[in-house]
């Protein structure tokens, strides 16, 4: 259809140098492409449906598009996020202060607090740190990420970033994709999940397109951090 406005997602950087990022970038990439098959597959309804006004109101199919490809971004980031955790995290705390303080802040509390029996198990296990660092990775990537403090406390603190590398105005920019990733995940997108209601938020193709966007870069931007943090560790 001409003049028929076709949404990109931003393209991928090179990948960044070392290996023990490349998983996750995989990751990333995989979902970028899952992202923008979703938004290709919304194009191509749009079209066969023949829409004077590419940008006007959706229906409901096309609605239920931009949902998945929220859902989708933000599998992409926990698949992401978590494999990159337990991929540079241990190579991290060996070398990088601030990965390494946090580390010990983790153990420090769970020491404070009890032990706990899995803390406990660790400390009397053949190989100590090893198995304390196997819990704080797992800890920190146990569950979904749900907001910008969830980025900032479980995933960027924990990978040694500072301010400067990521700064929380950035992370703070996706909570309205995390707050509509959770009204879609958890309450089907409805206005009322707890009413009788059948009105569901209304989500815009622009307004999607750009939070998935961001979303991904942010990924790319975290990734690329990280691997300048491993880069710079003493060598052995």
């Not at 053949?126 to 920190?140: D, H, I, K, S």
Request: net charge positive; aromatic share 6%.
């Amino acid at each position: 259809m001409a003049g028929y406005a076709f949404i990109e997602l931003t393209a991928l950087p090179a990948k960044p140098r070392g290996a023990a990022i490349s998983p996750a970038w995989r990751y990333l990439k995989g979902a970028h492409a899952t992202v923008q098959g979703v938004f290709d597959g919304l194009t191509a309804v749009r079209v066969a449906k023949q829409k004077d006004d590419p940008r006007g109101r959706l229906g409901r199919d096309e609605a239920d598009l931009l949902r998945a490809a929220i859902v989708f971004t933000s599998s992409g980031i926990d698949a992401c996020a978590k494999r990159l955790l337990r991929d540079t995290v241990p190579l991290l705390i060996n070398g990088n202060a601030n990965a390494a303080r946090k580390f010990d802040d983790y153990v420090k509390q769970d020491l404070a607090e009890g032990p706990s029996d899995s803390m406990s198990k660790a400390i009397l296990s053949l190989n100590p740190r090893e198995e304390m660092v196997r819990l704080y990775v797992a800890a920190r990537a146990k569950a979904s990420f749900q907001g910008s403090s969830d980025l900032k406390s479980r995933l960027c603190d924990t990978l040694g970033l500072t301010n400067a590398q990521m700064p929380a105005a950035k992370l703070k920019a996706l909570d309205d994709f995390f707050i509509a990733r959770n009204a879609i995940v958890y309450d089907l997108d409805y206005v009322n999940p707890s009413g009788t209601s059948e009105a569901r938020n209304v989500r815009s193709l622009d307004g999607v397109w750009a939070e998935c966007d961001a979303a991904l870069v942010l990924v790319a931007e975290i990734i690329a951090e990280v691997a300048v943090n491993i880069r710079a560790l003493p060598k052995a």
